[in-house]
C-alpha cells in the first residue's frame, strides 16, 4: 500500500459523516474499503455517534430549561 493511497483523519471523518446521514458516494465508499482500515473507521463512528447523542440531549436540555 501506497502512502498516497493512505486516507488521512480528515478523509475518515468526512466518510464517516457522510455516511451517517447516507450521502456517501459510491466511489468514496470503495475507496475506503480498498484504502482503510476497518477500526479506525469503527473508532471514529462510534465517536461521532457518542457526540451527536450528547449534543441532541444537551440541546434537549437546552430547550426544557428555557421553557
Partial sequence: MCNKNK???FTIVL????SFIGIQSDKNRKRDFANGKPYHFIIVGIIVTILF?????????I???LL
Fill in 53 to 61: 447523542i450528547i449534543s441532541l440531549y444537551s440541546l434537549v436540555k
Fill in 7 to 9: 486516507l488521512n483523519f
Fill in 63 to 65: 430547550i426544557l430549561y
Fill in 15 to 18: 466518510s464517516i459523516l457522510s
